[in-house]
């Protein structure tokens, strides 16, 4: 999900909202769904799951790379995580977005606190 076509998607999501406030297809919406299970709780997904995504219109190829965005991105966070790793402010000038939160996980409603921008 790239380009100006998806900025309010991508901004719903940064801000924390749930998937189903995400302005998208309901095609987008699962497959969202299953990179967040890929992400969450990868041993959870299921043969159920990856043919939803195909009655939907998603093809092997597609569903793959998805695969492969999501692992490549979740190794990238947890290498970050573990050294200790944040992008400097004036990459983000937004601040940290509202779902890194770590109360994120267990509240959706919580916002990120403000950050200010040195």
């Not at 900025?7 to 302005?23: S, T």
């Not at 400097?88 to 937004?94: G, N, S």
């Amino acid at each position: 999900m790239q380009g100006n076509e998806f900025a309010a998607a991508a901004q719903a999501i940064r801000d924390g909202k749930p998937l189903a406030e995400v302005p998208v297809t309901a095609a987008e919406r699962l497959l969202l769904e299953f990179v967040a299970t890929l992400t969450r709780n990868a041993h959870r997904i299921t043969d159920e799951q990856v043919d939803q995504l195909r009655r939907v219109g998603w093809s092997d190829e597609q569903i793959a790379e998805a695969v492969y965005n999501g692992a490549l991105f979740n190794l990238f966070v947890r290498l970050a995580d573990a050294f200790d790793i944040h992008p400097q402010a004036r990459y983000d000038a937004a601040g940290v977005p509202a779902a890194l939160d770590p109360r994120h996980d267990s509240d959706p409603n919580v916002a990120a606190p403000e950050q200010s921008v040195g």
